[in-house]
């Protein structure tokens, strides 16, 4: 099921290009992720940014066995 809504997304963008976005459940939600991945990633890398950003995009839902969740399939401008 496909559906269009307003949400928080952690963005990766790489040289000025989005490279990937994910939903997250609000902006503290977004905040904290980003937090986890830079530290995991490490802060100095190159031409690498996180951002959190409030998106109207197109959802769908991802399920591997019983485990389902929102994916962005693309940003609605």
């Given at each position: 099921m496909e559906t269009i809504k307003v949400v928080f997304a952690i963005l990766m963008?790489?040289?000025?290009?989005v490279i990937e976005y994910v939903p997250t459940?609000?902006?503290s939600d977004c905040l904290e992720q980003k937090r986890i991945v830079t530290r995991s990633?490490?802060?100095?890398q190159?031409?690498?940014v996180l951002q959190c950003k409030q998106l109207k995009a197109e959802l769908y839902e991802d399920?591997?066995?019983?485990?389902?969740?929102?994916?962005?399939?693309?940003?609605?401008?």
């Open positions: 963008i790489s040289n000025g290009s459940d609000g902006m990633v490490g802060e100095n190159e031409g690498l399920c591997v066995a019983d485990n389902c969740r929102l994916k962005i399939k693309r940003i609605v401008e």
